[in-house]
């Protein structure tokens, strides 16, 4: 009021708290008043105004705790000599709110400096906005250097288990060839690539980082490490198969020729074909089976003045005059023998069916033999073995008279007898 003015430059102070704002001054002089704030420091005035590792820094209107590498450059305070910066009687707005504030109504809010970029931070920076204030920072994945932000190769601190690539802010990890990353994008685990179309051709086995072709059986790994190559086995040895060997894809048969089947895989047998009856022979004709066939022989094979008298035996009988000079009685066989056989070789015995008493006997080759093929090794009195002397080649047929002549001196008696053999060599040594 008029009455408190005790002259013409009068000072009422009055406590004000608006915003925490400190106290305001009001000076008066003759038809005008002027206002203007005293600021308290309350880092100075507050005991542990900040706690921890925060520092007081002092502002007009109020304090802040800020980290202690911080620096805050403050607005210088009015002086009391000066003039009132806010005349009462002017129209002007004053913000009654502490720096980093504006006034909303009957409060006050921050100022965002990041958003209205009334900041300085480098451009390497991150503007973050903190209540009254901003800061400054680096992004993920750099450091500060100076007033720069520099990028952190993290491929130094060996946060790869196999290959690291250092990017802008950030690294990859990277796998050997075989390997993967695992969900931790760190660490690598094996690649099972027989799972994953690895291009072996036949079979495939994983191993750690890697994998490995192999072939089944009869075929050979090719240069390439992938293809199976079919193996020859024919050509390695010709002790494979006893005729023929013929090679198949990843393996290898054996054949026989004609007349001959199988033994098992490798061997050939001889096929009875008189036995299986496939034999073509007709009426009046016995089936002979040979090694690779068989041949068909007349069931009476006795000529004049031979007769028959049972099956395969002949006799000429002395009453006939032209018997005198020729064998009483010729009985026929058949054998087959293989080529190649080994000499000297017992092919046949021969043995005497009756034997007069007293009478010697003896044994000899009497026709077939001209290239002395053949001998006869005697036994005893009775038997003989007809023995082959060089080796033979077929398919070859050789019809051989043994004959076994018995001499008798008590009662002056000789007779002969012969055995009429075909021997047929078979065309192979099987």
């Known amino acids: 009021s008029d009455s408190s003015l005790k002259n ?9 708290s608006c915003c925490s704002t400190p106290y305001m001054q009001i000076t008066c002089k003759p038809k005008s008043c002027s206002l203007f704030y005293l600021d308290i420091n309350e880092c100075e005035t507050i005991q542990q105004a900040c706690q921890g590792e925060m520092k007081c820094f002092n502002h007009y209107g109020g304090y802040l705790c800020l980290p202690r590498s911080a620096s805050v450059i403050t607005a210088p305070e009015p002086s009391s000599q000066s003039e009132p910066s806010v005349p009462v009687e002017s129209n002007e707005a004053f913000n009654p709110c502490p720096v980093g504030y504006r006034a909303q109504g ?10 209205l970029d009334m900041h300085d931070c480098q451009p390497s920076q991150e503007c973050i906005n903190t209540v009254g204030t901003y800061t400054c920072q680096c992004p993920d994945g750099y450091s500060k250097i100076g007033i720069e932000c520099v990028d952190i190769d993290e491929c130094r601190y060996r946060y790869c288990q196999h290959r690291c690539v250092n990017v802008p802010g950030s690294f990859s990890c990277e796998c050997e060839p075989g390997f993967q990353l695992a969900g931790n994008n760190r660490s690598c685990v094996d690649v099972n690539e027989c799972e994953m179309g690895a291009p072996c051709q036949q079979r495939c086995y994983n191993s750690y980082g890697t994998f490995l072709c192999r072939c089944d059986q009869g075929y050979d790994l090719g240069p390439d490490g992938f293809s199976c190559n079919d193996i020859d086995e024919c050509s390695y040895s010709s002790f494979l198969c006893q005729f ?33 009856g496939t034999h073509q022979c007709g009426t009046g004709q016995v089936c002979v089976n040979i090694h690779g066939g068989h041949q068909c022989v007349n069931s009476n094979r006795c000529q004049d003045p031979f007769v028959q008298v049972s099956e395969n035996r002949c006799i000429c009988p002395v009453v006939k005059p032209e018997c005198r000079d020729l064998p009483f009685s010729i009985v026929h066989r058949y054998m087959s023998i293989t080529s190649e056989r080994s000499v000297p070789s017992d092919i046949f015995q021969i043995q005497a069916t009756s034997v007069y008493p007293g009478a010697y006997n ?5 026709f077939g033999d001209e290239n002395d093929e053949f001998y006869i090794r005697q036994i005893n009195n009775i038997s003989a073995m007809l023995v082959l002397a060089r080796a033979v080649t077929g398919p070859k047929e050789y019809v051989l008279d043994l004959e076994m002549v018995s001499v008798s001196p008590l009662i002056n008696y000789q007779t002969s007898s012969v055995l009429r053999l075909s021997v047929y060599v078979g065309p192979h040594a099987f």
């Open 8 to 16: 013409e430059n009068s000072v009422i102070m009055y406590p004000f």
């Open 362 to 366: 003896s044994f000899r080759i009497r």
């Open 106 to 115: 009957d409060t006050c809010v921050d100022i965002d400096e990041c958003e």
């Open 244 to 276: 023929q060997c013929v090679n198949e894809p990843g393996r290898f048969s054996c054949v026989c020729p004609e007349g001959y089947e199988l033994l098992g895989t490798r061997l050939c047998q001889d096929v009875n074909e008189c036995e299986t």
